[in-house]
């Protein structure tokens, strides 16, 4: 509701890292770890399981979360947006698959700005998004995928770990547009990006959730200890279908998990 008439964004979380006021703390992202510290953990627990030592018990919140169950959750700002109702089915089969998602937009092509569910920006104007899913996935897989997504000429990925080891297949200065729009007497209007330099310092963010988030909750050590791992042996994916018009990035990757 914050930002759903704004024709541009600030600078931050999806700014572009060259910009002088990327990273300013000026209200555009707030880690929601950091927002739900202060909330007691028998809460959490109730949310997220008096237990986690399994991906099965993560896949459980993950789902949870994207079902409706759950209102509170450890990588996640706030509540779903309504746009997520066109891929939910997917991103639920993901999940369930250990593809654990943090963030999603389904590909549209020229919706008008005033469509009660993409649009944004000045009326009388179109609106565009690209194919967009971040997610974390065990080192276990994180080979496999992207053999299978590099082949594919309209796909971009980079994947990271906590440690810092990547495998992409962008460049250090690329920036790639994934949601503009185009309204009368303007320029054309890009508030989201991906940007490879961003996405470089947002991981560590991403990453804290797991331990300063999630394992903090549990007073016993095989919860703690599994979360840790989690932490430690899981990668930051993202990947963009670049085909806004025809592609179909959540089947693409359901392919994947029928095939791992």
Not at 36 to 42: D, E, Q, R
Not at 144 to 162: C, F, H, R
Not at 238 to 260: A, S
Request: charged share 25%; net charge negative.
């Amino acid at each position: 509701m914050r930002t759903e008439a704004w024709d541009e964004f600030p600078n931050g979380r999806w700014g572009v890292s060259r910009s002088p006021a990327f990273g300013s703390d000026d209200g555009g992202f707030v880690s929601y770890s950091k927002k739900f510290k202060t909330t007691n953990h028998a809460e959490k627990k109730k949310n997220w399981g008096e237990t986690c030592t399994s991906f099965s018990d993560v896949s459980k919140v993950f789902v949870a979360f994207l079902s409706g169950k759950i209102k509170k959750f450890p990588f996640a700002e706030g509540a779903l947006s309504a746009e997520t109702d066109d891929i939910n089915q997917q991103l639920l089969k993901l999940n369930e698959n250990k593809l654990f998602t943090i963030n999603s937009q389904p590909r549209v092509n020229a919706a008008k700005s005033t469509d009660p569910k993409f649009g944004w920006g000045p009326e009388n104007g179109y609106v565009y998004q690209k194919a967009y899913v971040e997610f974390f996935v065990h080192k276990d897989l994180i080979k496999k995928l992207v053999d299978y997504l590099s082949p594919q000429e309209n796909i971009t990925y980079q994947a990271i770990s906590a440690s810092g080891e990547q495998l992409k297949n962008v460049g250090e200065q690329d920036v790639n547009a994934v949601t503009w729009g185009v309204f009368k007497g303007k320029e054309i209007v890009q508030p989201t990006v991906v940007d490879h330099q961003a996405f470089e310092i947002w991981k560590d963010e991403a990453f804290k959730a797991w331990n300063e988030t999630w394992a903090v909750i549990y007073t016993e050590e095989d919860s703690k200890t599994f979360l840790k791992s989690c932490h430690d042996d899981m990668y930051l994916v993202n990947v963009v279908d670049n085909d806004f018009v025809g592609g179909d990035l959540y089947d693409n990757l359901l392919k994947f998990v029928e095939q791992n």
